[in-house]
């Protein structure tokens, strides 16, 4: 037996492993899409309420939508969505509105 099949993980432990990456990716996937529809209709409604706005202030207040979003969301994936994935959602979201 080689030291590479010594550090293996058995078989029944990697698939355990496969499944819950799995169950991870969709639950990112769902998070996100929803993320960035919340941010497309912030950025619709900032745009309604200051129709001579322009993009940062934009950015800047979908960006907290979508903190607040996370925050609503509570435990670590909210505050991972209120610390960094709301900025790029606000960005691009404000890019569609003021290009």
């Given at each position: ?61 979908v960006a907290a939508g979508c903190a607040a979003a996370g925050a609503a969301l509570g435990g670590p994936a909210g505050a991972a ?19």
């Open positions: 037996m080689s030291w590479k099949d010594k550090l293996k993980p058995p078989k029944e432990v990697r698939k355990a492993i496969d499944k819950t990456i799995d169950q991870v990716e969709q639950i990112v996937e769902d998070i996100g899409g929803g993320l960035q529809e919340t941010a497309d209709k912030l950025a619709a409604q900032y745009h309604v309420d200051h129709p001579s706005g322009d993009f940062d202030d934009c950015v800047l207040v969505l209120g610390a960094g994935a709301g900025l790029p959602a606000a960005r691009l979201a404000c890019r569609r509105i003021f290009p």
